[in-house]
């Protein structure tokens, strides 16, 4: 489409710039888990050891920073460990991506390149509102990875029914994967998450300390790791 064709292809590397430190650190193992986001680390876990079509896509949502990037990440590593094929990107980079390859020519190594992988993992997908091209391309791809028995993964800030623009095809495919919600850690695992972010930089904290920013910093878990990195 026109707003498509619009946006800079200038991205190289799809998904967010990442730090050397964050890149080992964004793990299955180094998730911190509560009830909150118990079932989308199981469900993680699952795919990353099993590669269970039964529950594709899967769909993970919740607020900005409550670690739905760490968790696709996370089933990268432990793939890619396994040399398994597995490509992660940003939906913005999808879409950045798709139309390269249309005004290339290269259409068919885009689509070759994403429904012949065994896991698809797709963060951001609300930046597919409004944008017709990149949502069907998403829907032919899952399609095409369930014919295979191949997962695909997204997430999104935005639940399924607020993502009712990307079309019912998409969304009702979405649907018949498994759906899960990660909300706001609790207080006591906003300290777990410190206590750990504290020991991957090997940091010496306080319980009075962590009480206290556990306490005080409710917002998201990104937001807890930034008092620790500053």
Same mark, same amino acid.
């Given at each position: 489409?026109?707003?498509?064709?619009?946006?800079?292809? *200038?991205?190289?590397?799809?998904?967010?710039?990442?730090?050397?430190?964050?890149?080992?650190?964004?793990?299955?193992?180094?998730?911190?888990?509560?009830?909150?986001?118990?079932?989308?680390?199981?469900? $993680?876990?699952?795919?990353?050891?099993? &590669?269970?079509?039964?529950?594709?896509?899967?769909?993970?949502?919740?607020? !900005?920073?409550?670690?739905?990037?760490?968790?696709?990440?996370?089933?990268?590593?432990?793939?890619?460990?396994?040399? !398994?094929?597995?490509?992660?990107?940003?939906?913005?980079?999808?879409?950045?991506?798709?139309?390269?390859?249309?005004?290339?020519?290269?259409?068919?190594?885009?689509?070759?390149?994403?429904?012949?992988?065994?896991?698809?993992?797709?963060?951001?997908?609300?930046?597919?509102?409004?944008?017709?091209? /990149?949502?069907?391309?998403?829907?032919?791809?899952?399609?095409?990875?369930?014919?295979?028995?191949?997962?695909?993964?997204?997430?999104?800030? &935005?639940?399924?029914? /607020?993502?009712?623009?990307?079309?019912?095809?998409?969304?009702?495919?979405?649907?018949?994967?498994?759906?899960?919600?990660? *909300?706001?850690?609790? *207080?006591?695992?906003?300290?777990?998450?410190?206590? /750990?972010?504290? /020991?991957?930089? $090997?940091?010496?904290?306080?319980?009075?300390?962590? $009480?206290?920013?556990?306490?005080?910093?409710?917002?998201?878990?990104?937001?807890?790791?930034?008092?620790?990195?500053?």
């Amino acid at each position: 489409t026109a707003n498509e064709v619009a946006l800079s292809d *200038t991205t190289k590397n799809p998904g967010r710039p990442q730090t050397t430190l964050n890149k080992r650190l964004l793990s299955l193992e180094s998730f911190v888990s509560g009830p909150e986001s118990l079932l989308a680390h199981a469900a $993680s876990q699952a795919v990353s050891e099993q &590669l269970n079509p039964a529950q594709s896509p899967l769909f993970i949502y919740g607020d !900005v920073g409550l670690g739905k990037t760490h968790l696709l990440s996370g089933i990268k590593r432990a793939c890619t460990a396994k040399a !398994v094929n597995v490509h992660m990107l940003a939906a913005e980079s999808f879409t950045n991506e798709l139309v390269s390859a249309i005004r290339g020519g290269g259409g068919e190594m885009f689509r070759e390149k994403y429904r012949s992988c065994d896991i698809l993992l797709v963060d951001d997908i609300h930046f597919f509102l409004g944008k017709k091209s /990149s949502t069907e391309e998403l829907t032919h791809t899952i399609d095409e990875m369930h014919e295979r028995n191949r997962q695909v993964v997204l997430s999104s800030n &935005l639940s399924l029914k /607020s993502l009712s623009g990307l079309g019912r095809r998409l969304c009702s495919r979405i649907e018949a994967g498994l759906v899960v919600q990660i *909300t706001k850690p609790s *207080t006591k695992v906003r300290k777990k998450i410190l206590r /750990s972010k504290a /020991s991957d930089r $090997s940091l010496a904290i306080s319980d009075d300390v962590v $009480s206290y920013l556990a306490e005080n910093i409710q917002t998201n878990i990104r937001a807890l790791e930034g008092v620790i990195h500053h």
